[in-house]
């Protein structure tokens, strides 16, 4: 049942030969050929423009008041390319080879061999549309390390890189939007995938200002909505990014893979308080030059300037000196959480480690450490009031990544004809951990290289197929559903708020299926959230109507989705019986404390078909053969 379409060959030469055999799609049929992008991010953006560009008509849709609100923008670290500027042995084999590893030998080879080789045209791209990328003093782009990796090459512009490259994508669809090749549609959610004869057709969407309910028709929908780390309701993300467009999807046949695989970054601002409902990144690049450490002494409550250096703990230098501080996220996640839990924490919570660049300014100098990372260091004096270069910075893991999402071919289209995912949407490129600055090489890569040849190969089989009325039934239907929804939300009039219960399903899954899981608290998880939603649909107090500007409806169905999406989140952690990348199972791990992977039975992606409302879903399984790489373990079995 599942296909992949990974085309035959040697891998090095793969992507090439399909790009020279990919049927293609001539100028003139393209003028009568419509595709609808929901979301404008990274890769909704580059996707837009670049199909706009060849000639079809794009509709693109998102629920900000533009693009350029994307969640892609609050992106600071860098991307990820294979230029080997610094002559320090990087090559398109390396950056494949770390994100297999990386991502503990759960992706695809294929798709990351492509994502690799395409990652050099990003940068010229960037490049070409202006992105300020910092550069040597000779002119020479600059490149540093990230986590998991032990070369330099992430191009970045100060701790801005999502925003320029945003501003980038975003000039190029503007371009588009000027043309008339793109119809633009702000403040626009989309509510409903609609199939006619199992093909996707069009969507169903909600003008959030108005309330109107709008039919779309498409020849193919392409879904660019980021991730759905907003199911722990204390995220990273920003507050509006969800799950419902995804998650439509998937009621209508298309697969999700891998929806356990979250990613925890390591470098966050901790929790203050009950109050917060959303939490602020630091970039993973500060690690390049800050050090982690904790006091050896328990419930030390001393200033860090007044801990000596032989009373602290440099935990990730002592246990991981390959790597050191630059260890790929889940390890560092959980390096910081069990010392934590162990009681060497710092701060008033005592739920943080510190990041210290102490160092870093006696051996660079201030004005050089201002100039990597002057604009993150401002962000954390406004937050917390602590000047970083005078006191370290205090981090602890937060919900920032989704490696699962939409099942999609080598073609990038799930198991629904035409219906295509991209970016964080899919369940990516990533395996079971995605290492730092790649999210926004992934984005770039489907919405520029890769969407645009894949595309023709349905969109080539299709030029027949004449623009549908939507006035046809399935548009009609579609509506009426999502109408339907919205209605008995606002007529249930219990007592309960959305944010409340929002809340609540958020502890259940950071309780159980955060950073670390086991098979008694999943199962009760389990149990939590079923009670959890039958209160919601019981107790829910939505105010307003759907026909004018109502952020609590739009809330209420966002969080519905998140919801049923917990639920199938723990189904998966369930049946995954090992521990890899973000997955970890506490039945699973070295004497030491480390992921224990079982390859032997665990090599697949867990695709999961929806069945019906309150039915469990269908386990399919798309086994990952490798022939490139190797199995290894990144981790070092010691441990203090």
């Not at 320090?88 to 950056?95: A, F, I, Q, T």
Request: negative net charge; aromatic residues 10%.
């Amino acid at each position: 049942m599942l296909d992949s379409k990974i085309p035959p060959g040697d891998l090095a030469n793969k992507w090439s030969d399909y790009k020279s055999k990919v049927p293609l799609v001539s100028p003139a049929n393209k003028l009568n050929i419509d595709v609808i992008i929901i979301g404008t991010g990274l890769a909704g953006a580059s996707a837009a423009s670049s199909l706009a560009e060849m000639g079809y008509n794009v509709k693109a849709f998102c629920f900000q008041d533009s693009p350029r609100r994307a969640h892609s923008i609050a992106a600071q670290g860098g991307i990820n390319a294979a230029k080997n500027y610094q002559n320090d042995g990087d090559s398109v084999y390396r950056l494949f080879y770390d994100t297999i590893k990386g991502g503990d030998y759960r992706s695809r080879e294929a798709n990351v061999h492509r994502l690799a080789e395409v990652s050099t045209n990003i940068i010229d791209q960037c490049v070409a549309q202006g992105v300020p990328f910092a550069r040597e003093y000779g002119g020479t782009l600059d490149n540093r390390s990230f986590g998991g990796v032990q070369v330099s090459r992430t191009f970045y512009a100060r701790g801005q890189t999502g925003q320029q490259l945003l501003l980038g994508a975003y000039s190029a669809l503007s371009r588009q939007i000027s043309k008339g090749s793109v119809k633009m549609y702000n403040r626009h959610e989309m509510l409903d995938v609609v199939m006619i004869d199992g093909v996707a057709r069009g969507i169903i969407a909600r003008n959030l200002l108005t309330g109107q309910y709008e039919r779309h028709f498409g020849h193919a929908v392409v879904l660019a909505t980021g991730g759905y780390g907003n199911v722990f309701y204390l995220s990273t993300n920003a507050m509006g990014s969800n799950v419902t467009a995804a998650w439509k999807a998937y009621k209508k046949g298309a697969m999700f893979g891998n929806p356990c695989f979250t990613q925890i970054h390591p470098t966050c601002i901790p929790v203050s308080g009950e109050y917060q409902s959303k939490l602020t990144l630091m970039s993973e690049s500060l690690r390049n030059d800050g050090r982690i450490w904790v006091p050896l002494k328990k419930g030390d409550n001393r200033n860090p300037e007044s801990i000596p250096e032989d009373e602290r703990d440099y935990y990730l230098e002592r246990r991981y000196p390959a790597f050191g501080n630059l260890v790929p996220r889940d390890i560092a996640s959980r390096a910081a959480k069990e010392r934590c839990d162990e009681g060497y924490g710092v701060g008033a919570t005592k739920m943080a480690v510190y990041l210290d660049f102490k160092d870093a300014i006696s051996n660079l100098g201030e004005d050089t450490v201002r100039s990597r990372y002057g604009n993150l260091f401002q962000m954390y004096n406004k937050i917390t009031g602590d000047d970083p270069y005078k006191t370290p910075m205090r981090i602890y893991p937060a919900v920032h990544y989704t490696m699962g999402g939409l099942w999609v071919d080598y073609n990038l289209m799930t198991s629904v004809p035409g219906l295509y995912s991209i970016g964080e949407s899919n369940f990516s490129d990533h395996g079971a951990n995605r290492l730092g600055a790649s999210a926004l090489m992934q984005g770039l890569a489907d919405g520029y290289f890769v969407l645009p040849y894949t595309i023709g190969e349905f969109l080539s089989k299709d030029i027949r197929t004449e623009r549908i009325s939507t006035e046809d039934e399935h548009f009609i239907k579609a509506e009426k559903n999502a109408k339907s929804r919205n209605e008995t939300l606002l007529n249930i009039k219990g007592k309960k708020s959305v944010e409340s219960l929002h809340r609540e399903l958020g502890k259940i899954m950071w309780d159980n299926c955060g950073m670390s899981r086991n098979e008694k608290d999943l199962k009760n998880a389990l149990i939590q959230i079923k009670d959890l939603k039958n209160n919601f649909w019981n107790n829910v107090f939505v105010p307003g109507s759907d026909s004018e500007l109502n952020l609590e409806l739009e809330k209420a169905g966002r969080v519905a989705d998140f919801i049923e999406l917990g639920e199938l989140m723990i189904y998966d952690a369930l049946d995954r019986e090992e521990s890899c990348g973000g997955h970890f199972r506490e039945e699973h791990q070295t004497p030491e404390g480390e992921a224990l992977r079982d390859d032997e039975n665990y090599t697949f992606v867990s695709a999961w078909e929806y069945k019906g409302e309150d039915l469990e879903p269908e386990l399919h399984k798309e086994d990952l053969n490798y022939k490139a790489v190797s199995y290894t373990h990144l981790t070092l079995p010691t441990k203090a």
